[in-house]
Structures are given as C-alpha cells and as structure tokens.
C-alpha cells in the first residue's frame, strides 16, 4: 500500500489548520503536544495489533457508515500509524511538529481555519479517513462555533469568516494570539478535558441555524 505524500511545509506565519483539529489543539494546551499524541499514538498500536495495510480495507474509510463498523478503530489504527514502527514514529514525530507550529507561533501569526486537509492531516501514514463526508461536516461546525465564541469573547472584529458552511471554501482566519484566547476560554471552563467543552459549545450553537445544511 502507498504512503500518502506528507505535503508541504507551512510557514510560521501561514498556519492552516482543519477545523475539528480545534479540539486537538485544546488538548495539547493542558497537556503538550507529546504526552498529547504519545497517548493516542499508544491507542492506535493497541488497535491496530498485528494487521498491516494489506489485512485491511482502508478504501472503506471513505464512507460515513463504516464508523459503526466493529472493524473500524483497528482500519483506522492503520491509517493513521501505517503498518511498522517506522512509519508510526513518523506519525508521531510530524504530528507533534505540526500542533507546535501552532502552540510556538508569535501572537501575529495568521491562523485559518479550514475545511481541507492540513499539516496534521498530512501527518497520517494513508490517510484515507480525510475523505470521508463527515469529517468536513466537523470542520464547518467548529468553524461556525469559533466565530460565534469569538463573537462571545468580544473578539469578532479580529476574526473574519469568509464562504457559506456548506461551501467547500468556508474558513475562518485570525491570529493565532486571539486563537489562544479562545483555547483559555475552554481551558478555563473544564481543565481536565477542554475539548468536552468546546464539543457542548459548539453543538448548541450549530444545531438550530445550521441543521438545514447538513
């Protein structure tokens, strides 16, 4: 099976960044980036046991309805840490290197959030997942949520959200010291798990204004 290619660099003052990958991020900021994805990287091992990429069919990743699938975390172990321990260090390492761009950037930087794949993403051994038609469903709820929170914060006039959620090309762009403060926002909230937070957040402002597009 062929890895995917791990895409190109991005500057330190170019950060994209898939919008449900907020919620990774969140967790990097109470725990770091390496006891973050050295605990996921250990799940996934876990999952994936024995199988390589030619025990499993990673094409039907692709599709939503796969995820009830008894088989799914173990395909999507492969996916992510690929089939040795040197494709699962590079996992790892280009993970970790990816969430810190973000974690390390100036407050200045310019930070978008997008519904296409980015670093993190690139960062998967296959990657098959990344297609799947929900996935950018997440991405244009936590985009949508983050401009509402940050509208919440008073920081709306630093943020600016371009296209319509069910646009392939709906983004949200700001800085990345503004991102932080709505990190310290669910930080604040629940220090134990952020992304819980968000999560609650962001469904009860995307549901009603949001629920015909999807």
Do not use: W
């Amino acid at each position: 099976m062929t890895e995917r290619d791990s895409g190109s660099p991005v500057s330190a003052e170019d950060l994209e960044l898939r919008g449900h990958h907020f919620s990774t991020v969140l967790d990097v900021a109470c725990y770091g980036a390496e006891t973050v994805i050295d605990h996921l990287t250990a799940k996934l091992e876990r999952a994936r046991g024995n199988n390589t990429s030619n025990t499993v069919d990673l094409d039907r990743l692709a599709q939503n309805d796969f995820r009830d699938d008894p088989a799914y975390p173990t395909v999507y172990a492969v996916d992510l840490i690929g089939d040795n321990a040197r494709q699962t260090e590079a996992f790892r390492g280009k993970t970790v290197e990816s969430i810190n761009r973000l974690t390390d950037c100036a407050d200045a930087a310019t930070v978008t959030f997008t519904m296409k794949p980015d670093a993190i993403c690139a960062s998967c051994v296959f990657g098959r997942h990344c297609r799947r038609p929900d996935i950018a469903d997440s991405d244009a709820r936590a985009i949508y949520a983050l401009g509402q929170i940050s509208e919440g914060l008073n920081l709306g006039d630093r943020v600016k959200v371009s296209g319509k959620p069910e646009d392939s090309s709906y983004k949200l762009a700001s800085t990345a010291g503004v991102v932080r403060a709505v990190m310290r926002h669910f930080v604040d909230a629940d220090r134990e798990n952020p992304a819980r937070a968000f999560a609650k957040t962001r469904d009860n402002v995307f549901y009603e204004p949001l629920k015909r597009y999807f």
